[in-house]
């Protein structure tokens, strides 16, 4: 893998790891038309897909940088050092707890199904452009039906149950995780920026683990010994991951997501008609 393969990737896995697009349709696609995915060790481009969300994990800790310190803060002295009960537990806690609770079912079915997840048929072209479709109709309902009530302040149990199940769904290529928690969040009633900024600070603990999990098995597939490769996509992925969650929340203020789901379908079909073709003509 070159330096410039290495920057591009970081570029396409920042400008689609927060859109409702996805990050794994759009990156195993880039490293297949640049031929970087070996067929007979998937687990390699799944562990370097796992390091690369780092940076734009990098681009969440930033933007949320002040939030997230206060629900740490918060929650290690209340929870912590004065013990106190979720009810008397100030807003910062309360949510600090959502999102540990959120985070539950996809480390679960992660760890479950990690040989599942690293393996080729997570990479295969034909079911990501099914779930590009799919989860796209998807979103589409949410969007269709959500009363769109609540704040971000107003976070309930059942958007945390909600949106921590939808993002087990991150786990098929294609579904984006951005928009599976997004649409979890729509019809639970949140408003769309709400839930795009629960989906975001619901992704810290997930991202984290994988990454850190497969960094080490991901320095083992670069051919040199400080990875300099995966830092440069890394900072590349953090640098546009951010400008993509300022453009999101924005945009999503005063728009729906119609966008990006015209998008998902476009592509999934269009990816669809190409495979269908080459296997004809194979």
């Known amino acids: 893998m070159s330096f410039f393969d290495a920057i591009l990737l970081g570029i396409v896995q920042g400008l689609t790891e927060f859109l409702p697009i996805s990050s794994t349709a759009h990156l195993t696609l880039t490293g297949k038309l640049l031929g970087l995915v070996d067929e007979h060790h998937p687990e390699q481009w799944t562990a370097f897909i796992a390091v690369l969300q780092l940076g734009t994990l990098l681009a969440v800790l930033a933007y949320f940088g002040n939030e997230i310190l206060s629900i740490i803060r918060s929650s290690f002295r209340e929870i912590i050092l004065e013990r106190k009960s979720f009810a008397a537990s100030s807003s910062d806690t309360q949510k600090g707890i959502h999102i540990v609770v959120g985070t539950i079912p996809i480390v679960v079915v992660g760890l479950l199904f990690k040989k599942i997840i690293e393996g080729a048929l997570t990479k295969n ?26 704040t971000a302040q ?44 629960y989906s975001f600070l619901l992704s810290v603990p997930a991202v984290c683990a994988s990454g ?6 991901s320095f083992l597939y670069t051919h040199s010994l400080l990875g300099a490769e995966l830092f440069v996509g890394t900072v590349a992925s953090a640098v546009v991951g951010y400008a993509s969650i300022k453009f999101l929340l924005k945009f999503l203020k005063t728009h729906s997501n119609n966008i990006f789901i015209f998008y998902r379908i476009a592509v999934g079909m269009i990816l669809l008609a190409l495979l269908y073709y080459s296997f004809i003509h194979a």
């Open 154 to 197: 107003h976070i309930l149990w059942r958007d945390t149950l909600a949106i921590g199940c939808a993002q087990v769904f991150a786990l098929f290529p294609g579904a984006s995780r951005s928009g599976v928690t997004i649409a979890g969040g729509l019809f639970s009633g949140l408003t769309r920026e709400a839930a795009a900024e």
């Open 212 to 217: 850190l999990l497969e960094l080490q098995q």
């Open 125 to 150: 072209l034909w079911l990501i452009a099914a779930n590009l479709i799919f989860f796209a109709l998807v979103l589409f309902f949410a969007e269709k039906i959500s009363k769109r009530e609540r």
